[in-house]
């Protein structure tokens, strides 16, 4: 399924288990408890390792520098537990917990139940994509299967998810808008159901009422819900408590502007949680992180004082920091991309093209040359710290290209002089970005798991470029496509020579092949390159 190929002592025995336990379950019986395991685990070292970061201590700006809040990552799905269980019982205030700590899922009432099983079915279908990296010796033809049944049984689910707000539903149905339609659904099928994007927008939607927590009377064409009155959200006289519950909330609405955002750039959507391009710069949310970026800016010269030296604290604090402007980036680009598709004045969209120039200054004043220390320090790094920083630097770069590729597919060749150097930088940095998402190894171990016969298999160590477990893979995608087009530019300009343009095109083609068979978008993608390298 996947065209990089583990080395032989990373694909031993895995395959007996799941060629015992999961291959032979067929068409609608219930997934494995071993491949449920396994899937969760993988999903938990990929999405959750990035995601986490997105919204820990140094990068929320809601709590930004929150000694309560980790410095390295916050699980959102523990996060989304507790909101939930705290908002269903508020009354409980004899042992406050802080917003990090596990729940024990067996005493919810059969809803309760149900919505954790819900999260479960798409958490393997989000994560299914990489069953062959588990199971290297599977036949492709019955891993894809297992994929397609994966996701079936998830989208089966999520008009019931929808109907049933609650943060953990909202994480539910944002994960399905992530997850790839496998390869072998028809378009009948494909547009037969809820779309990922319908899903991500009625994430949005759950999480907007959620906050507001609604208590007047509520009424449409078909149902009406009388005057509500609510519990407070009372943990007892312990402020800590209370501070605790206002800071999961709070990072919570943050994991969801991210996603707000997010569908905002890469699908030219209406953003739910925010203002779109009248109203952005003033959204408590952005100033919050312009305000934080300044606080970092005094940070980072409190580092050069005392002698500039990258350490795995310092560069977590440095990647998150960044992924929050990052954040901002994406809605100005966003915001952007709306002002030349809606066809607004020069006036309004002057003053949002100059909030790129000023945000691609900051950026290079505040962020770059602590990243390129980073890069140079990136070898004594932990693993985690170099899959944060290969995103960060895939994601800040897509901004722009996106910026420069909205310019020139309207026309508005007035407005790239100024961001010529800008362009060039982030064509760099992004070969650069993909060629050590090839070269750099990333590695999942798997639990031990017992036999029949009651004895215990060893761990497996799962080892593969960064790009095989990459979590947004459709980043990737859009990635390569802009730089394809870039280097196709170039070399019929002369800027690049024949070997040159080999090289890189070379790169974009393997890191394609990276990416999971599984996906329709991916394999779309490689189809469109090959025709291209053909042209060519």
């Not at 036949?139 to 109907?163: D, G, T």
């Not at 790839?180 to 759950?206: N, R, T, W």
């Not at 693993?383 to 020139?408: C, G, P």
């Amino acid at each position: 399924m996947f065209s990089y190929i583990p080395d032989s002592d990373t694909r031993h025995s895995q395959w007996d288990t799941f060629q015992g336990n999961v291959l032979t379950n067929r068409n609608d019986e219930p997934l494995d408890t071993i491949a449920s395991r396994y899937l969760g685990l993988i999903y938990s070292e990929t999405w959750e390792v990035i995601f986490g970061h997105f919204l820990s201590r140094f990068s929320c700006p809601f709590t930004f520098g929150d000694e309560n809040v980790s410095e390295r990552m916050v699980s959102i799905r523990t996060l989304c537990t507790q909101l939930d269980r705290w908002m269903a019982d508020s009354t409980s205030a004899t042992s406050p917990r802080t917003y990090t700590e596990q729940f024990d899922l067996s005493i919810g009432d059969e809803s309760d139940c149900q919505t954790e099983e819900f999260l479960n079915s798409v958490i393997r279908a989000y994560a299914a994509r990489w069953l062959p990296l588990a199971a290297p010796g599977a036949k492709p033809q019955e891993l894809q299967q297992m994929i397609i049944r994966l996701w079936r049984e998830a989208r089966r689910n999520m008009l019931k998810v929808i109907n049933r707000p609650s943060y953990r539903s909202m994480l539910t149905l944002y994960l399905f808008g992530l997850t790839p339609i496998p390869e072998g659904i028809s378009e009948e099928e494909e547009h037969d159901g809820l779309s990922g994007h319908v899903c991500v927008q009625a994430a949005l939607q759950q999480v907007y009422m959620l906050r507001v927590r609604q208590k007047s009377l509520q009424f449409n064409g078909s149902k009406m819900s009388p005057t509500v009155t609510m519990k407070n959200i009372a943990l007892g006289p312990d402020p800590m408590a209370t501070s605790s519950f206002l800071n999961a909330e709070s990072i919570a609405h943050w994991a969801a502007l991210t996603f707000d955002t997010s569908a905002s750039m890469t699908l030219s959507a209406r953003p739910i949680l925010s203002s779109g391009l009248f109203g952005y710069e003033d959204d408590w949310c952005w100033c919050l992180v312009r305000s934080c970026t300044e606080m970092f800016q005094a940070t980072r010269k409190e580092w050069y004082a005392a002698g500039m030296e990258i350490t795995e604290s310092k560069a977590n604090q440095l990647v998150a920091s960044g992924s929050a402007f990052k954040l901002l980036m994406w809605k100005l680009a966003a915001v952007f991309r709306e002002a030349l598709r809606d066809g607004h004045d020069e006036q309004v969209l002057k003053k949002v093209y100059d909030s790129i120039i000023d945000g691609v200054d900051q950026f290079n004043r505040t962020y770059r040359d602590l990243l390129e220390a980073c890069q140079k320090r990136i070898h004594f790094l932990s693993q985690d710290t170099k899959f944060r920083w290969y995103v960060l630097m895939l994601h800040y770069n897509l901004s722009i290209l996106l910026v420069i590729d909205a310019i020139e597919g309207t026309q508005r060749h007035d407005l790239l002089p100024p961001l010529t150097s800008a362009k060039t930088d982030a064509e760099n940095s992004m070969i650069n970005t993909l060629a050590f998402g090839l070269e750099t190894m990333y590695s999942i171990t798997l639990p031990c798991t017992t036999s029949l016969g009651g004895t215990s298999t060893r761990d497996d160590r799962i080892t593969v470029p960064l790009l095989a477990v990459e979590p947004y893979p459709h980043h990737v995608v859009a990635a390569v496509q802009l730089m394809l087009r870039a280097i196709q530019r170039d070399r019929a300009a002369e800027k690049i020579g024949s070997d040159t343009y080999a090289n890189l095109a070379s790169i974009l083609h393997r890191v394609l092949r990276l990416l999971p068979d599984s996906s329709k978008s991916v394999q779309a993608a490689r189809k469109l390159a090959d025709t291209r390298a053909e042209v060519t």
